[in-house]
């Protein structure tokens, strides 16, 4: 390659790299404005528009064929996440089980030598007696920040991933897909009452506010939990899929890297699991049972593709190798 040649692709390069800063930069931008207007992206159809613009804007010189395969690409797990969201609002509704409300109460109780894990959480962090319209702490943002990050962090992820490596992109799919599903089998067939509303039923004694959505209020976002709970099913609590798919990402990454610093990624799931309890939202049992979901589909899902990989290989071989 002549030295022109070298000068004319490093020109190149600068100039989409120039682009790209400029295309995030108003992404970014609009992206604030509809927060602030409209209100958080947390339903399906809104993340995807979002994450398509995301990648248009990294992408910002190609042409249109490649930003519409993203459609291409994406529209079978689409379609199925908007299945699994308006499913989940019926769950309760699909077979005729009663929702169970005392089980994880005894399990909490007795995890805690007799006193609920979220009692005791609201007594510390937020006070005695605890209202939701009691002043937020500084924690309470960063709780309600890791809380909301369940609604887009799965799929920002694939996004990552999809941009970087569609190989690598469809894995990740699978496992987010079949964690989202399982948990929805398990929604219909063991409804279950979260914290928040067992104490609203007279089921617990003590008062347990649900406050999601502390420390975004000051900031004029703390109605996003609102929104979600039109579309949402309240005793779709066990397991928690808030705390299964934090470690599902957890586990991926860890099982991914090869730095000695993705131990760290197991800080996202703990603080998770401590948001959920202390905002009322689940109970611990719930937690364990989201991470041993989480740990049930990775292992699955690996067992499934050594499968199929071991078998393509063997339909690969010629007839006199394999016999």
């Not at 064929?65 to 690409?73: E, I, Q």
């Not at 799929?155 to 989202?180: D, K």
Request: with cysteine; hydrophobic share 50%.
């Amino acid at each position: 390659m002549t030295t022109e040649q070298e000068e004319h692709e490093q020109e190149t390069r600068g100039q989409q790299q120039r682009w790209r800063v400029i295309a995030l930069a108003v992404y970014a931008a609009a992206l604030v404005v509809w927060i602030i207007t409209v209100g958080v992206p947390t339903d399906t159809f809104q993340l995807f528009a979002w994450l398509w613009l995301a990648t248009i804007a990294w992408n910002i010189t190609a042409s249109w064929r490649t930003h519409l395969s993203f459609l291409r690409d994406w529209a079978p797990a689409f379609v199925l996440l908007v299945l699994y969201l308006y499913s989940r609002g019926l769950s309760d509704e699909l077979i005729p089980v009663s929702v169970h409300w005392t089980e994880p109460i005894h399990f909490d109780e007795w995890l805690g030598g007799g006193q609920l894990p979220t009692s005791w959480l609201q007594q510390h962090l937020c006070g005695t007696p605890c209202v939701r319209s009691s002043e937020p702490r500084w924690y309470d943002l960063l709780f309600t920040t890791v809380y909301f990050t369940h609604f887009v962090a799965g799929l920002a992820l694939a996004v990552v991933l999809w941009l970087r490596s569609r190989p690598a992109w469809v894995p990740w799919m699978r496992r987010y897909l079949v964690m989202n599903f399982a948990a929805l089998v398990i929604y219909i067939l063991y409804p279950m009452a979260p914290p928040w509303l067992a104490s609203q039923s007279g089921y617990i004694s003590e008062t347990l506010p649900r406050l999601t959505g502390r420390g975004w209020s000051d900031i004029g976002l703390g109605g996003f939990h609102v929104v979600l709970a039109k579309v949402g099913n309240p005793v779709a609590a066990m397991p928690s899929l808030h705390g299964g798919l934090a470690m599902l990402i957890a586990m991926y990454g860890i099982v991914k890297l090869s730095s000695h610093w993705r131990w760290l990624l197991l800080v996202y799931p703990l603080l998770m699991a401590v948001a959920l309890v202390y905002y009322a939202e689940h109970y611990v049992v719930d937690l364990f049972a989201g991470w041993l979901l989480a740990g049930l589909v990775m292992l699955g899902c690996h067992w499934w593709e050594h499968r199929r990989s071991r078998r393509d290989v063997s339909d690969r071989a010629p007839v006199a190798e394999i016999a």
